[in-house]
T-cell receptor, first 113, second 116 residues
Framework: ELKVEQNPLFLSMQEGKNYTIYCNYS?????LYWYRQDPGKSLESLFV?????AVKQEGRLMASLDTKARLSTLHITAAVHDLSATYFC?????????????FGKGTKLSVKP | GAVVSQHPSWVICKSGTSVKIECRSL??????MFWYRQFPKQSLMLMAT?????????EQGVEKDKFLINHASLTLSTLTVTSAHPEDSSFYIC????????????FGDGTRLSIL
């Protein structure tokens, strides 16, 4: 059974600081997604990582994937208040469920002035 | 492109009522649609997967008679919560995917269901 673990679950940080969110998964998968969710809203796709060593950046967020370690990171650079949200990683499983996404528990990020 | 519309966005109704939620892919044909449930401050949990023209595949622990899923066309899937009770109150999110399993899922805006 594929399990996805995110760490930390809650993160409070000051504006201007850097931090990394970690996403570990338990079995082989060839793609990993990062999503953002604002309160009361659905998911916004941030990144899809398809191969070992993949790195993608958008603004102050950078995501990377190490398939050998089964680890993805989401790095936040010089955080701003607008980045406050819950961030989910999700991994594809190709078991009996036709390519479903298995989500981590999410990391609630709060950026304070 | 790849817009998924979910309707309604918020429903409040009395216990015992059946509620239907629609999920439409507006600019692509969705061979597979997924229904998720999210309780407050928790992650998304997959409820079921539906392919156009066939019966939905439910995840373990999800009552198929309680949560009726119909995927009658390549652009529409519906989730009906039958005889809803307060414990069914949750945020329901659909997603749609076209072609095969390596295509990304596109998420609807979600439906907040509150049962009184």
């Amino acid at each position: 059974e594929l399990k996805v673990e995110q760490n930390p679950l809650f993160l409070s940080m000051q504006e201007g600081k850097n931090y990394t969110i970690y996403c570990n998964y338990s079995t082989t998968s060839d793609r990993l997604y990062w999503y953002r969710q604002d309160p009361g809203k659905s998911l916004e796709s941030l990144f899809v990582l398809l191969s070992n060593g993949a790195v993608k950046q958008e603004g102050r967020l950078m995501a990377s994937l190490d398939t050998k370690a089964r680890l993805s990171t989401l790095h936040i650079t010089a955080a701003v208040h607008d980045l406050s949200a819950t961030y989910f990683c999700a991994v594809i499983t190709y078991g009996g469920s036709q390519g479903n996404l298995i989500f981590g528990k999410g990391t609630k990020l709060s950026v304070k002035p | 492109g790849a817009v998924v519309s979910q309707h309604p966005s918020w429903v409040i109704c009395k216990s015992g009522t059946s509620v239907k939620i629609e999920c439409r892919s507006l600019d692509f044909q969705a061979t597979t649609m997924f229904w998720y449930r999210q309780f407050p401050k928790q992650s998304l949990m997959l409820m079921a997967t539906s392919n156009e023209g066939s019966k939905a595949t439910y995840e373990q622990g999800v009552e198929k008679d309680k949560f009726l899923i119909n995927h009658a066309s390549l652009t529409l899937s519906t989730l009906t919560v039958t005889s809803a009770h307060p414990e069914d109150s949750s945020f329901y999110i659909c997603s749609a995917r076209y072609v095969a399993g390596n295509q990304p899922q596109h998420f609807g805006d979600g439906t907040r269901l509150s049962i009184l």
